[in-house]
């Protein structure tokens, strides 16, 4: 039998829509200093392996993968970098531990996102050169396309997505990291000029900057770390076809498959029953409802009614994004997996302060790579 | 651990780009939509003999059985409008000075759909659903792009 894996120690640096005060290895330092403190763990003895994510459009700097080891205690070590959401990352750490490669194995990944001069043209690069960006458009037309399809399709409305971005926002005002807590109304988000129609300039998540390190062991190395363990119960990921032309557009297949992956592992039957809360991808305010339908949280078509009704509210029967999410916390790139980790790791550990979902036991966060992307990742977290 | 400069005036920082040029390949399945396109103004696809499904463009493989395809079916430039979305923000984050509609078209007879610019009439609003056809540059004009078709109209 394979050991179990827990995620031992978090680290973050401070979320903001701009740092200037810092360059992204000392954002990773930080970072790293407060998780290695977390677990208790000395990077240049105690940890075998280390597994970053990036992207090197989004650095500026070809083979980008190189750069990482310094910053993180990993000169000299085993490391490698993934093209795809911390998440990922948190799945390819556990199976190195699973396997027996390694027994502590670290997480890294970050946005610097305001470093970028030019960042809607390099998204546009991510589409096919060949049909697509001939038309010269910004790549966020495939979400403004996929509302629409994903609204025609599931009945959900706009008004309701609009109250997903006010919840969202407002329960950020309860999170430290958050750097877009606001109190906004769904009227606010209706009247905003539109961007993307269907959507408008408050659907969407704003960018910040931020990193996040995690310190992942296996069930035998945890007894000798200081920090209070959270188990990996299960995860899964998945691409649909990438291509404008023939991907899915009204129904998250991605999210649905990778989470059956995920559930498959962790023995969950029944999602709403087994699970207390979830952080799931709100990159823009319809992606919300399309991912807790393809994650069977409620049937298809029903999203929209639970956010009316208040159940996805912190106070709700089942939180969402009790962090706030994107929209409330801000996009960060491939790290935004991780952000929603940490959420998942602080409620579980019972430290999540005034945002606290009472009695939370088992929780599952969701990533989705961000337009022009079909690609998903689920991992599913749970309390001894 | 937690040092950040704090002095505004002190911040540097240091300029980069990289110029970045390709040319890319239309491979063995494009090549003929594109000239079909061009010479005779109608949209190439490739029926899946294992699943059934239609591509359009076609292609060589299929995504959903792995098959080997042609390019045999020969379609009008009409089809259905499956989405539409309003663009009013450039590359560059500016406000454009006319919002441009963009359309998801299932061609009919083809089982994949093509994004492309939907024509601006206050009179047809969009609406999912609606028919819509090619509007092609006149054949002079055209090279062999997926710009031959100028944008999709309401019928
Ligand atoms: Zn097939």
């Known amino acids: 039998m394979p050991e179990r894996v827990a995620i031992v120690g978090v680290g973050f640096s401070d979320l903001r829509s701009c740092t200037p005060g810092v360059s992204y290895k000392e954002m990773m330092f930080e970072a790293a200093t407060r998780a290695y403190h977390d677990a208790g763990v000395d990077p240049r003895k105690d940890v075998h392996s280390f597994v970053c ?40 750490a556990a199976m190195l531990i699973r396997t027996g490669t390694a027994r502590v194995v670290v997480v890294e990944g970050h946005s610097k996102y305001s470093d970028m001069r030019t960042p809607h043209h390099i998204q546009q690069f991510a589409m096919d050169p060949i049909l697509n960006r001939p038309l010269g458009a910004h790549a966020n037309l495939v979400a403004g396309l996929e509302m629409s399809r994903y609204l025609y ?80 119960a299960g995860y899964g990921w998945c691409t649909d076809a990438p291509s404008l032309e023939s991907r899915e557009w009204g129904e998250a297949a991605y999210a649905r498959l990778a989470a059956e992956q995920a559930y498959r592992m962790a023995g969950i039957a029944s999602p709403l029953r087994d699970l207390d809360f979830a952080e799931l991808d709100d990159a823009f305010s319809y992606k919300e409802l399309q991912h807790m339908e393809a994650l069977r949280l409620c049937r298809p078509g029903e999203a929209g009614e639970w956010v009316e009704d208040g159940v996805t509210r912190l106070d709700g029967e089942f939180p969402v994004n009790p962090s706030g999410g994107s929209l409330g916390v801000g996009h960060l790139l491939e790290a935004t997996g991780l952000h929603r980790v940490y959420e998942t790791v602080l409620q579980l550990r019972g430290e999540a302060g005034p945002r606290q979902v009472p009695g939370a036991r088992r929780g599952l966060a969701q990533s989705w790579r961000h337009v022009p992307t079909t690609t998903g990742a689920v991992i599913i977290l749970e309390r001894e | 651990m937690r040092e950040k400069i704090t002095n505004p005036d002190a911040i540097r920082t240091w300029p980069g780009k990289v110029p970045v040029e390709y040319v890319y390949t239309v491979g063995v399945a494009s090549e003929p939509f594109f000239r079909a396109l061009m010479e005779r103004g ?49 590359l560059d984050g500016n406000r454009l000075d006319e919002p441009q509609a963009y359309g998801l078209v299932r061609i009919h007879g083809a089982d994949t759909a093509l994004v492309h610019r939907l024509a601006a009439s206050d009179a047809d609003e969009p609406e999912v ?27």
């Open chain 1, 53 to 92: 994510v990036s992207e090197d459009f989004w650095e500026g700097t070809s083979i980008f993968d190189e750069y990482v080891p310094d910053q993180l205690g990993a000169a000299l070590r085993p490391v490698q970098t993934i093209t795809g959401d911390g998440i990922q990352a948190l799945c390819c």
């Open chain 1, 153 to 232: 399709e599931s009945g959900n409305t706009r008004e309701q997505c609009a109250m997903v971005v006010a919840k969202n926002r407002h329960q950020a005002l309860l999170n430290p990291l958050a750097a877009y807590g606001a109190r906004i109304t769904p009227d606010d988000v209706l009247a905003a000029p539109p961007t993307f129609f269907p959507l408008g300039e408050l659907d969407a998540a704003r960018p910040a900057d931020g990193c996040f390190v995690m310190v992942l062991a296996a069930e035998s190395a945890v007894r000798d770390m200081a920090g209070q363990p959270v188990w990996i």
């Open chain 2, 42 to 90: 109608r949209l190439l696809a490739s029926p899946c003999p294992e699943c059934g499904v239609r591509y359009l463009p076609p292609r060589l493989f299929c995504e959903r059985c792995f098959s080997r395809l042609e390019a045999s079916l020969e379609l009008e430039p009409r089809g259905t409008l499956e989405a539409f979305t309003v663009v009013h923000v450039d």
């Open chain 2, 129 to 155: 659903g609606m028919e819509v056809e090619a509007v092609l540059l006149p054949p002079a004009e055209r090279t062999g792009s997926i710009l031959d078709i100028r944008h999709f109209r309401p019928v």
